[in-house]
């Protein structure tokens, strides 16, 4: 987990939330957001005129790949926070690219491979601040390619009846402290991985999810920007 998301805002919601530039104008609500795909983040960085940190919504592509990593055949789009501070693939990104991950909700699935269903985990209000951590590298063509990756963390209530990890989200008073730009010693970045773990506590109990038609299994047959995705299961679901 996670495996799936939806961002039903558009870009101008995203930047008025987070009180951010807009780097993303092309954006587009997406309602089945999966690994590789190109995902809206939050993050803080400096101008190259003036070295002074600006906070931008921005494109990344959702699978982590800073430029020591060889190619990988699985997409790296989860990290754990129990070794986020200290795993040599993440832990450069958490000292000193943090980001938020924009999200309204995402997916789950139970049951038997060709029978699973579909389940989608929100929180009361239309948008979750996931915390994540961001790279950049440049590709052979010359231009730069911003990478990402979810944090997770041991799930509770509704999330952990379904699966046993869950995103690591944020209230939004807390992610000020989170897109702090300095970068952390390790003291400094345990502290903050017991930081996302308390504020984290504080939004859990507030997710809650429901069935929804198992069409959203088969990501190359439906419509990512379809709005009905997520709507509660009907009595007769399509089988996808």
Same mark, same amino acid.
């Given at each position: 987990m996670c495996g799936r998301f939806v961002v039903s805002q558009q870009a101008d919601d995203l930047t008025a939330? $987070?009180? !951010? #530039?807009?780097? $993303?104008?092309d954006w587009q609500p997406r309602y089945s957001l999966a690994p590789t795909d190109t995902v809206p983040i939050v993050r803080e960085r400096a101008k190259s005129d003036?070295? #002074?940190f600006v906070r931008r919504l921005e494109p990344a592509r959702w699978d982590f790949h800073p430029a020591f990593m060889k190619e990988s055949?699985? @997409?790296? $789009? +989860?990290?754990r926070i129990e070794t986020?501070? =200290? +795993?040599g693939l993440w832990k450069g990104a958490f000292a000193s690219g943090r980001c938020i991950v924009p999200m309204r909700g995402y997916y789950e699935w139970t049951g038997e491979p060709g029978k699973k269903r579909a389940h989608y985990l929100h929180g009361p209000d239309d948008l979750l601040a996931a915390a994540g951590i961001s790279t950049a590298r440049k590709l052979d063509d010359g231009s730069w390619e911003v990478? =990402?990756?979810i944090i997770t963390r041991e799930a509770r209530d509704a999330s952990g009846e379904i699966h046993d990890r869950m995103p690591v989200y944020l209230p939004l008073d807390a992610i000020d402290h989170y897109?702090? @730009?300095a970068k952390l010693s390790p003291a400094d970045a345990q502290a903050m991985v017991d930081f996302l773990l308390a504020q984290s506590d504080r939004v !859990? @109990?507030?997710i809650t999810e429901y069935e929804v038609d198992p069409r959203v299994n088969n990501q190359r047959r439906i419509d990512p920007g379809d709005p009905t995705l997520i709507e509660p299961l009907a009595e007769s679901p399509t089988l996808g």
């Open positions: 939330v $987070f009180d !951010a #530039e807009n780097d $993303f104008a003036t070295g #002074e055949k699985r @997409p790296q $789009f +989860n990290s986020v501070a =200290t +795993n990478s =990402t990756s897109l702090d @730009p !859990a @109990p507030t």
